[in-house]
């Protein structure tokens, strides 16, 4: 009954092990028959009289001393292990006879359970480090523990507890019982099998990192999951390429510019600042929340989706503050922004990836800030600012996030390029009351999309009923459209057709691309000024005719020179809607 009733005290994760599992065992317990006939471990401290058969238990190693027949050989005792400890005599407190040890060891698990109190080598001594560390906050095994080491540590304590020697009836006070780790096939590891990996192996070939957050964000810890090889780095290149290609954005940049965060000033935030600082502190709270919910897989995947959007969104929309010139307000709030969201996360994700974290950390701010603690696991924990937290405003954004893959969607099913720009995009939303906000933030999806208009209309004034058909919705939005939905009821329709105009802006921004990539190919620094050619073609020199401020605004090109490159430029033969280009740059 002591057992029971002590368990309701202890948080456990998931909560049905409680009831359940553990519960269950403890409903169903039998006397713990604590000796072993076994030779290795822990000897059972019992001796037996040879006389009168009474028997004694030892305490301790002053206490076997004294009842020793010959003390002396207990000081000559170093290993108080089988054989050296069965030679010890005692002399039998009943009879006067001669009482020898029982064969027997203790129970190893027994051992495991006294682990709390043997580490301070309580009660003999350290009673206050002992009361001051007991019970633990936190302990964390696999599911089959529940019958070991989480019912070893209960017991113990429980049955300390009823003779006055441990303060509370528990020894732990959250537990996270995990599930078992199978192979990519769903079986469970094994030798004989042969499925077994090496976690060192993993660990040289992704870091250690990579591994931690596969197990805590791949499912939740209390289930089985799959594991190999290759799920773990997917996992470094879906979350960990992402995050450190954005951190080097930033750090490419702010060396170009000399940024320093501790002398620069705030800026002049722009709505998308706003939104991603909105996102940040929601973030903070739903992980610090998560957290002391010991719920490492919910907030490891929130941190996820942040750095996802933090790159594919707001990074993705803010280059051009970074690229321009002048350090303007606005080009300082950008940075300011990103800097905060970068060691921000570096913060947060120290206890799931604390190298990782760590390397981020003491380049943002320990290079700048030399009073800054030396490590990201110094500091101290993030606090949302509830006052930065925009929901409308996070809400509109989502909504234009959806429209925008939606209509990227769309553009792939019409295998229409997105450097090819459209005359429109028709978004299919559910409420006339969303139509407000998106026309709004158009702008955004428009240059997301690379479309010269949005229209916008509500499937509730579109249509009646429950359900809408995608013929009558591709419909709606008129001949040569291309629609994408998802399971929501959204959906976005794209006008394929394109005019000479189009066809010319298409050209021109593929050659922007183009030539881009042979930057990069000739190892130029981002800042570096090029002279571009682009061979004979009538087309790309009636496309440059109008759009060559464009291209040459985009590439940093000083000249755009008609005719065949000279010799060292870095030069590529390219497919311009069908004819062969020659294209080549050079450092001006």
Known sequence: DRLIESNEKINWYPDH????????????????????????????????????????CIGSRVDLKERAVDPAAVDALDDFHRPYIDRIELKCTECGGVAKRAPELMDVW??????????????????????????????????????????TLHAEAVLLNSVGEAPESIAFRNVISTGHI???????????????????????QT??????????????????????????????????????NTYSFFVTYANLDDFDPTQAGAGEPTELDRWVLSELNALVQKVTDGLDDYDPTTTGRAIQDFVTDL?????????????????????????????????TVSKLLAPFAPF???????????????????????????????????????DETRLVMRVVSLGRAARQKSQMKVRQPLASATAFVQTTAQKEPLARLAAQVTEELNVKELRIKALSEEFTGDFTRPDDVLAAAGEGHVLAEDDSGYAVAVDTRLTPELADEGVARELVHRLQNLRKAAGLEISDRIVAYH???????????AHGDYVRAETLADELVAGDPPDGATAEQVKIEGAEVTLAVRKA
Request: hydrophobic share 40%.
């Open 17 to 56: 092990i409680k009831h359940g599992r553990f519960g269950n065992w403890l409903q169903n317990n039998v006397d713990w028959a604590l000796s072993r006939e076994r030779y290795w471990g822990t000897p059972l401290p019992v001796w037996g009289c040879t006389s009168c058969g009474a028997n004694q």
């Open 110 to 151: 027994l051992d495991s359970g006294a682990m709390p109190y043997a580490q301070w080598h309580y009660p003999r001594e350290n009673e206050e480090k002992f009361r001051a560390n007991f019970p633990a906050d936190f302990i964390c095994e696999a599911v089959d523990q529940t019958r070991g080491w989480f019912y």
């Open 182 to 204: 199978l192979d990519e096939k769903g079986r469970k590891m094994s030798k004989s099998l042969g499925n077994a990996a090496d976690p060192f192996e993993v660990i040289e």
């Open 207 to 244: 870091g250690a990192d990579a591994l931690r957050w596969y197990l805590y964000t791949a499912t939740r810890p209390g289930d089985a999951r799959r594991f190999s090889i290759k799920l773990v780095q997917e996992s470094l290149r879906r979350f960990f390429l992402t995050y450190w």
């Open 311 to 343: 790159s594919n969104w707001y990074v993705r929309r803010s280059r051009r503050r970074f690229w321009r010139g002048e350090m303007d307000e606005d080009k300082v709030a950008a940075y300011q922004t990103l800097y905060t969201c970068l060691v």
């Open 356 to 394: 990782v974290a760590e390397a981020v950390y003491r380049n943002l701010v320990c290079s700048v800030d030399k009073e800054a603690p030396e490590s990201v696991h110094l500091t101290d924990w993030p606090e949302a600012e509830a006052d930065l937290v925009d929901q409308a405003l996070m």
């Open 535 to 545: 061979g004979d073609s009538e087309r790309v020199a009636a496309v440059l005719a």
